[in-house]
T-cell receptor, first 116, second 110 residues
Framework: SQTIHQWPATLVQPVGSPLSLECTVE??????LYWYRQAAGRGLQLLFY??????ISSEVPQNLSASRPQDRQFILSSKKLLLSDSGFYLC???????????????FGSGTRLTVV | SQQGEEDPQALSIQEGENATMNCSYK?????LQWYRQNSGRGLVHLIL?????REKHSGRLRVTLDTSKKSSSLLITASRAADTASYFC??????????FGKGTMLLVSP
């Protein structure tokens, strides 16, 4: 069966420090991978998505970046965190998106990031 | 920008009652999906309805879609305290990504 692992669950980082959040998927090949951020009481904001190794699309200009070094690994990074980067970060995967899809996204359990 | 907008923002009911949440969106879609999020957790996919479908059922869930009005509703019948969560609609407009609304917070009291 397919599973998605996201870590760490919580993270407290000082302003200006680097960030690396990792997400891995098991049990599927060539998934579409996504990073979303959720501010308190708000909906989900798409940050990055990837349809293949090395292919990254950015939805929102910011000081975050994403990389996909392996088929089932998606990494969210920052060189210098800002206070505004605080939030709940969610990784997700999907296959066969679009009209003929019968499947939704599978989300990880999320990382609560607090920048202090 | 937000594609889907849920209504109401918050809903409080008693166990056994039905809960209805609505979602409106702006552009043409391939499908619309509903997700559930328990506090502090990831989202869980509940149900997907395609643009050529009008109604779909899954257990105690009933989803309707009206593409002419660009709206959808999620009905949870015979609610339980365990249904307490936030519910999000998400639209697939064919760009390889989903766009989520801000969600409806449902509180079911015993």
């Amino acid at each position: 069966s397919q599973t998605i692992h996201q870590w760490p669950a919580t993270l407290v980082q000082p302003v200006g420090s680097p960030l690396s959040l990792e997400c891995t998927v098991e049990g599927t090949s060539n998934p579409n991978l996504y990073w979303y951020r959720q501010a308190a009481g708000r909906g989900l904001q798409l940050l990055f998505y990837s349809v293949g190794i090395g292919q990254i699309s950015s939805e929102v200009p910011q000081n975050l970046s994403a990389s996909r070094p392996q088929d089932r690994q998606f990494i969210l990074s920052s060189k210098k965190l800002l206070l505004s980067d605080s939030g709940f970060y969610l990784c997700a995967w999907s296959v066969y998106p679009g009209y003929f899809s019968n499947y939704g996204y599978t989300f990880g359990s999320g990382t609560r990031l607090t920048v202090v | 920008s937000q594609q889907g907008e849920e209504d109401p923002q918050a809903l409080s009911i008693q166990e056994g009652e039905n809960a209805t949440m609505n979602c409106s969106y702006k552009t043409s879609i391939n499908n619309l999906q509903w997700y559930r999020q328990n506090s502090g957790r990831g989202l869980v996919h509940l149900i997907l309805i395609r643009s050529n479908e009008r109604e779909k059922h899954s257990g105690r869930l009933r989803v309707t879609l009206d593409t002419s009005k660009k709206s959808s509703s999620l009905l949870i019948t015979a609610s339980r305290a365990a249904d307490t969560a936030s519910y999000f609609c998400a639209t697939d407009a064919g760009y390889s990504t989903l766009t989520f609304g801000k969600g409806t917070m449902l509180l079911v009291s015993p």
